[in-house]
């Protein structure tokens, strides 16, 4: 086995692992072999390209994703045959720089070209299109198209609540996006519905899903107040307060530190 083919499949099992700054290094002693030997257009560089591009996006440095990604399309686009490159992840992940810079039709462009891909792939009602309608869900909503944003998160529920059941926490998820869908379209009393629901999961995950449960309470205060139910706005707001104060105390820091609180990922 070739040096490059075995630091990009020991970096990957590391991703898997969460070990992405052990894995980074590793990937692009991977790229400079791989690249040497065959150039730039090269399955094997594509593919080293697209796990760098994976730990970007992790880390939030869209821009640099960006242009791994961009140079795993070219690659791929000059191969004669037809390759083991997972497009369908590729165009997931380019969907999540654009989101990330902010760029919404871009990135809507490149999620609906995801979903196309795993759809075939894994077929329509599968978890992994679950996750492709919950981003393009997002996507729609910053971009102001929220009755497709609502058309998105409605097979989002769907599948997930098949799958995964109505108590876990990518369903609450999409709850939650659904709320703010709704309170940005100005339906609050629908919003408030969602919320309560997404509460209803967070909460059976206390330890993972304070920070969620935070930001809950601050939006359902919010709700109240435009329906001019100052009560129950202060009301929220106070346990929202509480909660805040709560997660910053020495106590939980500690518990914090030794692995007990994880924040989550939409």
């Known amino acids: 086995i ?11 099992l590391l991703c898997i692992n969460d070990e992405h700054t052990t894995a980074f290094p590793l990937l692009e002693e ?21 796990r760098i591009a994976e730990i970007h996006v992790k880390n939030e440095k869209y821009d640099s994703s960006l242009v791994c990604l961009e140079q795993v399309l070219f690659i791929e686009s000059t191969l004669e045959y037809d390759s083991d490159i997972d497009l369908g992840s590729c165009y997931y992940l380019l969907g999540t720089t654009y989101f990330g810079r902010e760029n ?20 329509q009602d599968s978890l992994e299109c679950a996750s492709l309608h919950n981003e393009l869900g997002r996507a729609y909503g910053k971009a102001n198209e929220f009755d497709k944003a609502i058309e998105s998160f409605v097979p ?22 659904l709320a703010e869908i709704h309170l940005a379209n100005g339906k609050h009393e629908q919003a408030l519905n969602c919320l309560q629901e997404a509460m209803r999961v967070y909460e ?4 993972e899903m304070r920070e969620k449960v935070a930001s809950i309470l601050e939006l359902e205060g919010d709700t109240h107040n435009n329906l001019n139910d100052y009560e129950k706005a202060v009301s929220a707001f106070q346990e929202c307060i509480d909660l805040l104060d709560a997660l910053d105390s020495p106590e939980n820091e500690d518990s914090s530190s030794n692995g007990s609180f994880h924040a989550c990922n939409e």
């Open 204 to 207: 059976l995950f206390p330890d």
């Open 30 to 50: 991977a790229l400079h072999i791989q690249k040497a030997r065959k150039g730039l257009k090269d399955e094997q560089v594509a593919k080293i390209l697209h």
């Open 156 to 177: 989002a529920l769907k599948i997930r609540k098949s799958e995964l059941g109505n108590d876990s926490i990518d369903y609450g998820h999409s709850v939650y996006n």
């Open 104 to 123: 919404f039709p871009k990135a809507i462009a490149s999620f609906v070209k995801s979903l196309e891909l795993m759809q075939l792939k894994y077929g």
């Open 2 to 12: 070739e040096l490059a083919s075995l630091l990009y499949e020991y970096s990957s």
